[in-house]
């Protein structure tokens, strides 16, 4: 296995102690911190001519983001590796409880292309602060951001610890068939099975973020003109290819009449009357892709957009209306700035239609009823839930970013990216003194002291388990 | 095979009708499992010692203590673990609801292990049973705690788990007892229990869940997670290795040993988190041996045998599983078996080579190899260069020594000079690691576990002024209004919200007027 070198290699890196110290973990993130500052223009310039990426897009989702986390992690670093103490019960009292933070030791990330630098830094930045040793496998698709992966992020990180890999479909098979202690995936289901399946030959825990079709319901009640902007800002950002994009809209006759004028000024707003000059519009990122997407626009009929050019890899933002479910458009995850509307006479159809598919990323709101966005919130099953705006709560990092069922499984961000890549070991530092209490627990046995097991139990029947 | 898939069904139709969903339902199926645990205390005491040859007193204290522990703190506690938790908000967050909502994963499958056949069950079946939101508290505010879900075509209930529940048939008196309790007390749709065997185990696998917890080997464990991957099913696997159990010279040798000799023997040895193995100096060895042999006698008695508090093996393929491992070992004490009976005495084995077959898998029995080392450097390192255990254990009176130890080893969890006891502490997550494990319950523990955290972010339909810097088409300035408001940390306290929220305001007026 072309691979067991480097696996072996890190694992005696990760023995040997070298990522347990705070002060290594902050050099290494300050080092990635330098990566986004020094290599800014580089990235862009990747971004754009792999998928002709919007520089603001791409500033804003793969700098910007990943600074924020960084800037958190490096901020909280110190509290977030220190023992957590925890309260103690009756039998334990003299003693020292506290959860350990322990590293897992060699963590594999395998990453998509729809932001492929953002996902590769951000379960990064918690896996070093974490004091793993990490393989990164950017992905493949797009080959210039790729390169850029491979051949500087070595240059800033310490290669005895992280190393980039750059591989296909088969020698990632190859890669999975080694001992990892974490696994970190992000694509689609199909794939994260297969992750998943290697993953089970050795017991490596796995985060899977993986993807669905994320339901955007637009209730009666509601400002039509700000919900058309932030829907069509979360549909076409990135010509769709965006994991949390809103999928397909749910609302009534009504609405729909009203919403697509709407929709047709935003995006006219947005990328002027021709949207393939506009530079703030995305491409397809691959042939294949293209294909895929455009195959789409047969479903329903085109009320906006519908336009496609196969050299460029463009197809306009697009709305389809007269959908039904049983359309190819409604069968598989658009990933594409196609954005169909299903009309439902209720919020309680659209619940249900919502629960026919499987569980998305996340569910989206509009409505300036609190009760309507509750009972949507209440009935159905996501990742994460969104009210009033689309794409924004992945900027939160105090929220835990991930899916559910089959869209995955594990949650991300901040905070929570660092105990994803960390082992919770309970520990219980004991008393050697005091002995005496402990016959209680020794054999041989006898009625007395079976009695004054249950005697102390039953005092502390308020909330505390007391074997002594 | 069809009621493997019957029972599954069943339980995915009662979850989505919407029955499990409120707080007090739950409370009650709770409140009704420790009824059942009072009322049927000596049957359950009896099948537990049927199956383990266990008596009353540690089938007590080891399986029914711990099950009405974890009741009570989930009663009392549930209210508050299943209400929404706001998170910190950020500059550009500040006017929205940002928390994070408790919701139930769906169908849940619990494989209980045979050597503590009813806490195994019941532990996680708590949790389970527990997990979830609570409709009564309003998840936005303005809304009413009002009964949602009145029309007929809602179907989807999401506010408990339904739960099968499969406890080993290895421990087949515990096992049957369960399968005919747990119907009289709780709604046996939403929870069925499934016996069987091996058979039937891989036939129920086949089936979709939306969270498996299993108990048991490493082996079986790879097993569960490669059926739980091709539904993309969630685990918790708390499975076993070698824990080590190092001595340091500089200890209390009397006490130390005594702990260990109540930990490892407890339950015929067959205990996950048991001192599997114990390192230390060569010139302690004979010393530990013989405390270890007066602890005994402490314990049992002159015979064994007769202790009405020594278990016995669960059946005959462990125990010559077991004594297997004393070839060719030297046997300081103990060593005695009766096939019969299965019973197998406390044996110790000193001077025991790294390479030896009782060093190679776990024992889960009552026989105790010593391993001399000549420093806690080369105790860690041969603890390093073998799978990561579940528990792992050490004795000394240096501080440092542990703490040296804890931060350059892997385990589960630690207990310090004491062994088992991080087991008992319910505010410490329970679990394993590597080859030991995955996830971990007990406590709060096992109420997250079988939740599935749902962020939400529900904003204003207003404000749209502040929105304006992230659409197309894009500037420099607009970056760097978006820089502002992303890159900046307010963690400043309620002053510094009101400041905040002031900035906010302004911010959104000169944005407005400058992009305008």
């Not at chain 1, 897992?104 to 793993?132: D, E, F, K, R, S």
């Not at chain 1, 970013?401 to 960390?422: E, Q, V, W």
């Not at chain 2, 260990?260 to 067959?270: A, F, L, S």
């Not at chain 2, 988190?273 to 007066?294: G, M, R």
């Amino acid at each position: 296995n072309p691979y067991t070198g480097l696996v072996s290699r890190l694992r005696a890196a990760w023995l040997s102690g070298k990522t347990r110290p705070m002060e290594y973990r902050v050099a290494q993130l300050e080092a990635l911190g330098r990566f986004l500052d020094e290599k800014k223009q580089d990235i862009l310039d990747v971004l754009a001519s792999d998928m002709r990426k919007p520089p603001f897009e791409a500033e804003f989702c793969e700098i910007l983001l990943c600074k924020n986390e960084l800037n958190d992690t490096l901020n909280k670093l110190g509290t977030w590796m220190k023992d957590e103490h925890v309260e103690k019960n009756l039998a334990t009292q003299l003693d020292s409880a506290f959860i350990h933070k322990d590293p897992y030791g060699v963590v594999l990330i395998l990453t998509p292309w729809y932001c492929p630098i953002h996902i590769v830094l951000m379960p990064l930045i918690g896996a070093i602060a974490a004091g793993n040793c990490v393989i990164v496998k950017p992905s493949e698709i797009t080959k210039n951001t790729e390169r850029l992966v491979a051949e500087v992020l070595p240059c800033y990180l310490d290669n005895d610890c992280f190393a980039v890999v750059t591989a296909g479909v088969e020698e990632t098979t190859k890669l999975l068939e080694n001992k990892f202690d974490y696994i970190f995936f992000t694509g689609i289901p199909s794939v994260g099975r297969i992750v998943m399946t290697a993953a089970a030959k050795h017991l490596t825990p796995v985060t899977l973020e993986l993807g669905g079709k994320n339901p955007c319901y637009v209730s009666d009640s509601c400002e039509v003109q700000n919900v058309a902007r932030r829907v069509a800002w979360g549909r076409f950002f990135n010509a769709g290819q965006t994991c949390v994009a809103p999928d397909y809209i749910l609302c009534s006759v009504e609405m729909q009449e009203k919403l697509l004028p709407a929709l047709h000024e935003a995006i006219t707003e947005f990328y002027g009357p021709n949207p393939q000059e506009s530079p703030d519009f995305a491409r397809i990122v691959g042939d294949k892709q293209f294909q895929r997407v455009q195959a789409l626009l047969s479903s329903g009929r085109m009320a906006i957009g519908g336009q496609t050019d196969e050299q460029e890899r463009y197809i306009a933002p697009t709305v389809l209306v007269d959908v039904q479910p049983s359309d190819p458009v409604m069968q598989e995850k658009i990933f594409g700035p196609i954005l169909p509307i299903i009309t439902v006479a209720s919020v309680d159809e659209a619940i249900n239609l919502i629960n026919t598919h499987e569980r998305p990323l996340v569910v989206y709101v509009f409505s300036s009823d609190k009760k309507v966005m509750n009972q949507v919130l209440e009935w159905t099953s996501s990742g994460d839930f969104c009210g009033n705006d689309t794409l924004m709560h992945v900027t939160l990092t105090s929220l835990p970013f991930g899916g559910i069922g089959n869209s995955g499984l594990g949650k991300y961000h901040g905070k929570f990216t660092f105990d994803t890549f960390t082992h919770l070991r309970s520990c219980l530092h004991r008393n050697m003194a005091l002995e005496t209490i402990n016959t209680l627990r020794y054999p041989p046995y006898s009625p007395q002291k079976l009695g004054l097991v249950r005697l102390a139990s039953e005092v502390k029947r308020q909330g505390t388990c007391t074997l002594l | 095979m069809e009621r493997m898939k019957q029972a599954v069904e069943r339980a995915r139709a009662a979850f989505k009708s919407g029955r499990c969903r409120s707080l007090e339902f739950r409370i009650r199926q709770l409140k009704a499992l420790e009824r059942m645990v009072h009322e049927r205390e000596e049957e359950i005491l009896a099948a537990i010692e049927a199956d383990l040859h266990k008596c009353g007193h540690n089938a007590y204290s080891h399986e029914i203590l711990g099950v009405l522990g974890e009741l009570a703190l989930a009663v009392d506690k549930l209210p508050s673990w299943a209400a929404p938790q706001p998170v910190k908000r950020n500059l550009l967050t500040l006017r929205d609801e940002a928390y994070v909502h408790p919701e139930p994963l769906g169908v849940v499958l619990i494989i209980g292990a045979w050597n503590y056949p009813f806490v195994l069950v019941m532990q996680p079946l708590i949790g389970a049973i527990a997990a979830g939101g609570d409709p009564s508290v309003p998840a936005a505010l303005g809304a009413v705690g009002e009964e949602r879900g009145g029309s007929p075509s809602c179907r989807v209930c999401l506010l408990g788990n339904a739960v099968v529940v499969k406890p080993s048939e290895i421990s087949e008196h515990t096992a049957q007892l369960v399968a005919d309790l747990l119907p009289k007390y709780i709604d046996p749709e939403l929870y069925p229990v499934v016996t069987g065997g091996v058979a039937e185990t891989t036939e129920l696998l086949t089936q979709r869940f939306d969270h498996i917890f299993y108990t048991g080997n490493s082996a079986v464990g790879k097993i569960v997670m490669a059926a739980a991957a091709k539904h993309l099913t969630p685990v918790t696997l708390e499975l076993g290795g070698k824990s080590p159990c190092y001595i340091d010279k500089d200890c209390d040798l009397a006490v130390a040993c005594r702990r260990i000799t109540w930990g490892k023997y407890m339950n015929c040895g067959q205990t996950c988190i048991a001192p599997d193995y114990i390192l230390c100096d060569a010139s302690i060895q004979d010393k530990v041996v013989e405390n270890i042999k007066t602890t005994l006698q402490e314990f049992y008695g002159e015979d064994v045998k007769r202790s009405p508090d020594y278990e016995r093996i669960i059946n005959k393929r462990h125990f010559q599983r077991v004594l297997a491992l004393l070839e060719g070992q030297k046997i300081a004490h103990g060593g005695e078996a009766d096939e019969a009976s299965c019973f197998i005495a406390p044996t110790i084995l000193t001077d025991v080579s790294p390479e030896a077959k009782v060093m190679e898998e776990e024992i889960f029995g009552p026989v105790l190899p010593i391993v001399t080392v000549r420093s806690v450097d080369e105790a860690i390192e041969f603890i390093n260069r073998r799978e990561k255990p579940l528990a792992l254990y050490v004795f000394s009176n240096n501080k440092k020594l542990i703490k040296r130890v804890i931060s350059e080893t892997s385990s589960g969890g630690v207990t310090a000079n004491d062994v088992i006891m991080h087991y008992f502490l319910a505010t410490l997550p329970f679990g394993g690691v590597g080859n030991s494990g995955m996830g971990a319950y007990h406590g709060r523990h096992s109420f997250e576990t079988f939740s599935h955290r749902r962020a939400c972010l529900i904003k204003a339909l207003k404000m749209e002024g502040a929105n304006k810097l992230r659409y197309p088409p894009s500037s420099q300035k607009k970056v760097d209004w978006a820089k502002f408001f992303l890159l900046k940390r307010f963690n400043k306290g309620r002053v510094g919200l009101v400041v905040l929220a002031l900035l906010g305001v302004v911010a959104a007026v000169v944005i407005k007027v400058s992009l305008g």
